[in-house]
Structure formats: structure tokens, C-alpha cells
């Protein structure tokens, strides 16, 4: 069923220009299309929805190759944004040798100009979701088979992905151009139909597209992964979070949390192991509002259906056969620390730094740190001497390809289990494909942004609750990281000994109240940087709470005393967003002039 989102359609690609490519394009009749008359009816128009669906992971697999829908590296798209979200927000290192892949590097130290590929590769991706989805629109207007509910429903559906794809370049680029199923004829398309200036806030186009979807869309779906109208709802509201308007997202998260359910109808809850959301065994529960689905080994031949996006992040050597990137930094495994009461370190989490294995070989022994942590962190965070899911204690150095350059540590949340390998690993490619879904938000997420609505309006015991919801899930010891019965043999299962000195508890009564709304922010701000490290939503949190200058100077004046890579690393006030690529620019220009400009500083 998966594989019914990733289907790539080339009849979703007729008469339609992706942003980025040439007048030439128009002059080629694309191999296998379809004529528009062919597809304006139910079954036609419900194919291309399918297509817009499949755009949601910006993955192909093509030649051999994964690789993007605009051509370039497959993990230069990855919608979890583990290179613009995490690694640029602090909580990992590019990872790998510094050469390979240098242009992330370029990124995550912040000196990547318009020029760098990656850029380009994104914004072409995320455009092309919005180029399906208008494409859905524009025929649905003309389909005659269908009840104006049904086409209203799957309007909704095609404006709600619509308003992803858009989010998506908001939160990256902040000023693009606004691009919908009535801005260009699409039986006369012309190239410079899409040459749309980008001088417009389109947040209120998002909010549109959102709001229509969370009116029109059916509570139920009759396939797991289709949009329903509570995770529109839940979109509507983060819309209105990014927007700082916080009265107006604060009554609809609340709604989601009191009544929302899944596209299957089961009511949203934590589920009650934190690993639960990142195994391809358990997913699709009552924490996942909207995710992308993905599948393995299903016959395509290729891992464009699977989660190739992280295909460069897991362990060097070891049983996976790629790559090392995406190391998670100390910074990250420091604020995993908790104190006597088990509650963090919210100012001074470096100054209790968590014992690492940097310098010390695999063959010398080495003894885990033994102070207060919490449980996450060994869901997160793969480190010398804790058992790396059912893989066998982490090895340290063995597992690691650069250690002076990016640290001592894995990444996990990607990563399949072994005792499911046969079925949700996916070999057909060069680098690892897996079918653990990547849920765009979960139900945590949405209890932590509602916190944030309840602080910034004063109710700072509700906002208090919501987190120590988030905290108490973490504090169930059923779902602690185990001591394996034969550390020699993982496979034969685990002890009831927790793998390392786990101590985590909540906030007392009247905590945040007595701390003022600054205080509570701050610790909204960290649970949020704990309950969601490694999933691609750090800088963009950090931008939009207006921190994100001071909070990664303060990283890398702090990490670069740990590990070589960032050593240049530095934040400007350009770098709340990144560069309009130049490749648009250049291709944007009518009556002689660009429609596209760039972004302040670069």
C-alpha cells in the first residue's frame, strides 16, 4: 500500500514547467504522457493526486541512481531536512570525511552561497509538489463524473499537500514566488508564465490552502497516509505558530489534542514507547498526524519508494553498507543530562558534559558515562558502549569514519532493526533505502506547540501540562534502551537492566508559573529540542523564535572545541534564511530584467 504515494507519474509532468528548467523543455513531448482530455475524470484525476502524494519525498531511482525528481543526490531533498533542520540547527555534524559531500559542509558552517547545488535542488523539488498539485486543480475544474463533494474532497487533499510543499519553501527560503492552478494557462503554457515575482509574504496563501483543506476534508481515509482533515488542522495551526499568531493557533491545537484522530480514526495519544515512532514495525500509530510513507524491496527495483533521503546516515563499516554522515553533536548528547530530580540543565547543560569516547580506539576499553541521563538520548544518539537498537553495543571509533572530524556519534531514529531487516531494509541501491516512514508531525510535536501558544497567552500551567506529558511518555521505563542478555549475541533479546543511569521526572506544580513566561519558553524551547533532536526541526525553531543567532554562535564557540569540521562555522543575520539559488535568478529574467531577488546579504 505504501507504494501507492510514490508512483511518479510522467502524465503529471504534460504541459507543465518545473521551475528551473528551460524554454526547451516546452519544445519536447515528453516521453510516455498522457493528453490532458485523457485524465479530466474521476479516475484520471485521482491518479494525478497520487502523483502529488508521490512528490512528498522528492525521491526517483533512476538509472541505477538515487536520486532526486530534479536529477540531482537523493539526500540532498530529504524531507526530514536532516541538513537544513538538524545539521545547520546544531544537533549533528555533516559527518563523514569533511571532503565528502563538501557542499553540506558549506551549509552547515554557513558560508553556502546561491551557487551551491543543493539549494537549487530543493527549491526545484519542492516546486515540483506545487506543479502536481496545481496540475490536480486544473483538471479536477473540468472533470463531469464526479459530485461537487467528492471534488471538493479531493481538492482539499491536493491543496493540503499544496500547502506542505509551500511551508516547506517558506520556512527555507522565506521570500518565493506564490504559483497556483490559475497562474498560467495550461494549454498555452508559456515559460514566462512562471516567472512570478517573490516579493509577496505567501503565508496567507498557505493559511488558505490549509483552512480549505481542514473544512473539506473527511475525517476517515479509506488508505493510511492520506491527509485527513485533523492533520490539515494541525498544519493550519503550526501556519499560524510560524506566523506568531498564537491566539488563533492556540484553540486549534487544543482541538487536535482533545479530539483529533488518525486518518483510521484511532484517537491521538503518545504511544508508549518513544522508539515506537521510528520503527517501520510500529509506525502509523496514534502519535503520527501526517507521514510519509514509505515501503521496501516492492518489486519497483530500485529504493525510490524507500527512505533513501538518509541513505548517507548510518554507522561507517559495521553491518551497513554507507556512510557516516549525520553525526549528532556533544552539544546535542550534553542536553540529555539531567540533574538530582531528574529535570535538564536549561542554561549550563555543556558544563555537565556527557563522557565520550573521542581518542580512545574500539580495541581500548572504555566505560560509559555513568551520570543522570535521559532515556532519549539512546534513542537518539548511538554511542560507545549502549546498544545500538538490536545491532550489538556500539563498537565507538570502528563505527565512525572521521572521529577528529565530526565526533564520536551515530544517528539512530533513521536506522532499521535487524530482526526486521529482510523486510524493511531495501538493498537495490548503492547506499541503504528502508521503509521507516518520516512522520511530518507527531502527536508530541503538536502538545509541544500548544505549549507554546498556552505560555505565549499566559496560561502557563496548561502549557507546563502539556510538557510533562511529552516528559512523563520519556519517564515510563518500558520504553528505556535494555541491557542485551548476551551483549555477543543481540538478537536473543534484552534484560530488564536499563542500558545506562536514566533519570528523568517532571516539573513540579506551579513550576512554570513561578518562573515567569520567559522561563517557561525556555524550557518549552529545550523539551522541544529534546523530544524532537535528530527530525529535521532545530534552525527552523530557532528562527522563528528569534534566537538563532545567539544559540549557534554559542554552539559552534562550544563544539569546535570537540571536533575539527565547523572550525570556520559562524552565523550572520543573512543566514535566518538561506539563498535564493542563483540557477532561478538566472532563469527568472523577463524584458531583460530578473523577476526573482535575491535574498538580503547574499
Avoid at 549533528?92 to 552547515?108: E, N, T, V, W
Wanted: proline content about 4%.
Amino acid at each position: 500500500m505504501k507504494s501507492f504515494y510514490h508512483i511518479v507519474l510522467g502524465a503529471a509532468m504534460v504541459t507543465l514547467l518545473a521551475p528551473g528548467c528551460s524554454k526547451s523543455f516546452l519544445q519536447r513531448t515528453p516521453q510516455s504522457s498522457l493528453e490532458e482530455a485523457a485524465l479530466t475524470n474521476k479516475k484520471g484525476v485521482n491518479t494525478l493526486l497520487i502523483g502529488a502524494y508521490g512528490a512528498l519525498d522528492g525521491q526517483d531511482f533512476k538509472d541505477g541512481d538515487m536520486v532526486n525528481l530534479s536529477g540531482g543526490s537523493g539526500y540532498a531533498v530529504s524531507p526530514d531536512n536532516w541538513i537544513y533542520g538538524s545539521v545547520c540547527g546544531g544537533d549533528a555534524h555533516k559527518g563523514s570525511d569533511p571532503g565528502d559531500a563538501s557542499a553540506i559542509l558549506q551549509i552547515a558552517t554557513f558560508v553556502g552561497n546561491a551557487t551551491n547545488g543543493f539549494f537549487n535542488d530543493k527549491w526545484r523539488v519542492d516546486y515540483e509538489g506545487v506543479r502536481r498539485c496545481n496540475f490536480v486543480l486544473h483538471v479536477l475544474n473540468n472533470v463531469t463524473d464526479m459530485t461537487a463533494d467528492e471534488k471538493k474532497e479531493l481538492a482539499a487533499e491536493a491543496r493540503f499537500l499544496r500547502g506542505h510543499f509551500y511551508s516547506d519553501l517558506k520556512k527555507m527560503f522565506d521570500h518565493v514566488s506564490w504559483v497556483d492552478e490559475n497562474s498560467a494557462s495550461y494549454s498555452q503554457l508559456h515559460v514566462d508564465d512562471y516567472k512570478v515575482p517573490n516579493d509577496k509574504d505567501i503565508w496567507p496563501m498557505i493559511e488558505a490552502d490549509f483552512k480549505f483543506a481542514a473544512d473539506n476534508l473527511n475525517e476517515i481515509q479509506d488508505v493510511i497516509g492520506r491527509a485527513n482533515n485533523w492533520a490539515a488542522k494541525a498544519y493550519l495551526a503550526k501556519t499560524y505558530l510560524y506566523e506568531k499568531k498564537y491566539a488563533e493557533a492556540m484553540p486549534i491545537f487544543e482541538d487536535v489534542i482533545a479530539n483529533g484522530v488518525t486518518a483510521k480514526g484511532t484517537k491521538f495519544a503518545l504511544v508508549t514507547k518513544f522508539h515506537d515512532n521510528f520503527d517501520a514495525f510500529t509506525e502509523n500509530n496514534s502519535e503520527a498526524v501526517f507521514s510519509i510513507q514509505y515501503s521496501a524491496n516492492d518489486g519497483s527495483g530500485g529504493t525510490g519508494n524507500a527512505n533513501q533521503g538518509e541513505m548517507l546516515n548510518y554507522p561507517y563499516n559495521g553491518p551497513f553498507s554507507c556512510c557516516g554522515f549525520y553525526q549528532p553533536s556533544q552539544d546535542l548528547v550534553n542536553s540529555f543530562r539531567t540533574d538530582p530530580n531528574g529535570l535538564p540543565y536549561l542554561d549550563d547543560f555543556n558544563q555537565h558534559p556527557v563522557k565520550n569516547d573521542m581518542a580512545i580506539g574500539s580495541n581500548e576499553l572504555f566505560t560509559p558515562d555513568a551520570g543522570n541521563l535521559d532515556p532519549r538520548l539512546d534513542w537518539t544518539v548511538g554511542r560507545r558502549g549502549i546498544p545500538f537498537l538490536d545491532w550489538g553495543n556500539h563498537p565507538g571509533n570502528d563505527w565512525v569514519r572521521n572521529q577528529q572530524s565530526a565526533g564520536p556519534y551515530a544517528a539512530i531514529k533513521n536506522v532499521y532493526m535487524q530482526a526486521t531487516q529482510d523486510k524493511y531494509y531495501d538493498g537495490n541501491g548503492w547506499a541503504p533505502g528502508n521503509a521507516i516512514n518520516y512522520v511530518l508531525i507527531r502527536f508530541s510535536d503538536v502538545l509541544l506547540m500548544a505549549a507554546e501558544c498556552q505560555a505565549m497567552a499566559g496560561s502557563l500551567d496548561i502549557a507546563q501540562d502539556h510538557v510533562n506529558a511529552v516528559r512523563g511518555r520519556a519517564a515510563n521505563p518500558v520504553g528505556w534502551v535494555k541491557t542485551y542478555i548476551d551483549p555477543d549475541h543481540p538478537m536473543a533479546g534484552y534484560t530488564n537492566t536499563p542500558a545506562a543511569n536514566y533519570k528523568i521526572g517532571a516539573w513540579p506544580a506551579g513550576k512554570f508559573s513561578a518562573g515567569g513566561q520567559a522561563w517557561a519558553m525556555k524550557a518549552i524551547r529545550f523539551e522541544r529540542k529534546l523530544e524532537l533532536a535528530m527530525e529535521g526541526h532545530r534552525y527552523f525553531d530557532l528562527v522563528r523564535w528569534g534566537i538563532a543567532q545567539t544559540e549557534l554562535t554559542r554552539y559552534f564557540t562550544y563544539e569546535k572545541t570537540i571536533t575539527t569540521d565547523i572550525a570556520t562555522g559562524s552565523f550572520a543575520p543573512k543566514n535566518v534564511r538561506y539563498p535564493i539559488p542563483q540557477r532561478q535568478i538566472d532563469l527568472s529574467v523577463k524584458g531583460g530584467s530578473a523577476t526573482l531577488k535575491q535574498n538580503d546579504g547574499y
